[in-house]
């Protein structure tokens, strides 16, 4: 039985699939470590060298969560200004400085959507109208996005992050401040709702 | 486990998300986001520096021993000028630094010690609302003679 999907994946092709940045390797956790720590002390060649390194991850979670471009580079800057300001907020005792990233933007994706839900648009018409996603070539791809975006939010989350982003459910659970065993059964389920949502638009797999 | 059809959709997806790139703004407003921020704290440090070294020296002349004083002038006080109308508690007067005649003084009643080659004294003289000098006060010397007073 396979632990995530990412494990999955890495077995049946790994080639095809795009390096995932929110795995963590032991090095990666000792330079993302002492580039924190020089971070703290204000050293701005490591905070340039945080961002290069995590910007993309942020920048694709965020995508995830609003399924908008324009929102997931806003999103993805005001985690990294929310650092500069935090620079003791990370703490390499308590966590991984992608999970802990992943964690600021989605409390920035869910204070955005409170602030927004504040307000109702004026044209009716563009309300509830989600973003068209840049799917060329790949419908496959865009149902299951559709599908993705229907499910509930903690579905979403637990698909995005083990799924997409390849987290491990610990890593995972460390994002989302639930227990493990929560990020699994969320993941099941999520598993099912999307099999059920896509049974009928007969998903293409040209694998 | 789950449909390899799913897996598969769900690769290209990832591939599809991956493609896409984080604005080139974001980077530049971040970047000068944390200089806006760092350029702040020196300017922090460099106040909290000088209020630390003005606190030590104000504690070092506090603790210092007094320096010691200038040798005392014995005339620190003006002497009235005799024949004049004495100031009133409420009347202005201006203190001006003149030099005097060394004979004007001694015939005021004034023991001159030194005098200048000149035969001219430094001193603060004390004039009324009137303009009229009411009293001295000789930079040098040693009071009045008021020993045949």
Redesign the interface.
């Known amino acids: 039985m396979w632990r995530t999907a990412g494990a999955f994946l890495k077995q049946l092709e790994v080639s095809e699939r795009p390096a995932a940045i929110l795995v963590i390797e032991p090095e990666k956790k000792s330079r993302d470590r002492d580039l924190a720590s020089r971070f703290r002390n204000g050293d701005r060649e490591a905070f340039s060298a945080i961002y290069q390194l995590h910007h993309s991850a942020v920048f694709r979670f965020a995508w995830y969560l609003t399924g908008d471009r324009d929102r997931a580079g806003e999103i993805t800057q005001e985690v990294f200004v929310w650092l500069v300001h935090h620079p003791s907020a990370f703490d390499p005792e308590r966590g991984e400085l992608p999970a802990f990233l992943a964690g600021v933007a989605r409390q920035m994706v869910r204070r955005r959507r409170r602030d927004e839900q504040r307000w109702l648009p004026l044209n009716e018409s563009a309300a509830g109208t989600a973003p068209a996603a840049p799917f060329a070539g790949a419908e496959d791809a865009e149902e299951l996005w559709k599908a993705i975006a229907t499910l509930p939010e903690r579905y979403r989350e637990a698909v995005i992050l083990c799924d997409m982003e390849e987290m491990s459910n610990e890593q995972a659970a460390a994002v989302l401040g639930c227990a493990v065993g929560t990020v699994w059964s969320r993941l099941h389920r999520a598993h099912e709702l999307l099999q059920r949502k896509l049974v009928g638009k007969k998903v293409k797999c040209s694998v | 486990?789950?449909?390899?059809?799913?897996?598969?959709?769900?690769?290209?997806?990832?591939?599809?998300?991956?493609a896409?790139?984080?604005?080139q703004?974001?980077?530049a407003?971040?970047?000068a986001?944390?200089?806006r921020?760092?350029r702040r704290?020196p300017g922090r440090a460099l106040a909290f520096c000088g209020a630390l070294a003005a606190s030590l020296l104000a504690g070092l002349l506090l603790l210092a021993p007094a320096p010691k004083h200038a040798a005392p002038v014995e005339s620190q006080s003006f002497y009235p000028i005799p024949y004049t109308a004495p100031l009133e508690p409420y009347e202005r007067v201006l203190v001006v630094q003149e030099q005097v005649p060394a004979t004007e003084l001694i015939a005021a009643g004034f023991h001159l010690p030194v005098a200048g080659a000149d035969g001219m004294v430094r001193a603060d003289v004390m004039v009324s609302q009137d303009g009229r000098p009411r009293a001295i006060r000789p930079v040098v010397f040693n009071g009045p003679d008021r020993s045949d007073q």
């Open positions: 486990m789950r449909d390899p059809q799913l897996e598969a959709s769900m690769r290209r997806l990832a591939a599809q998300v991956a896409m790139e984080t604005p703004s974001v980077e407003a971040v970047m986001e944390f200089d921020v760092h704290r």
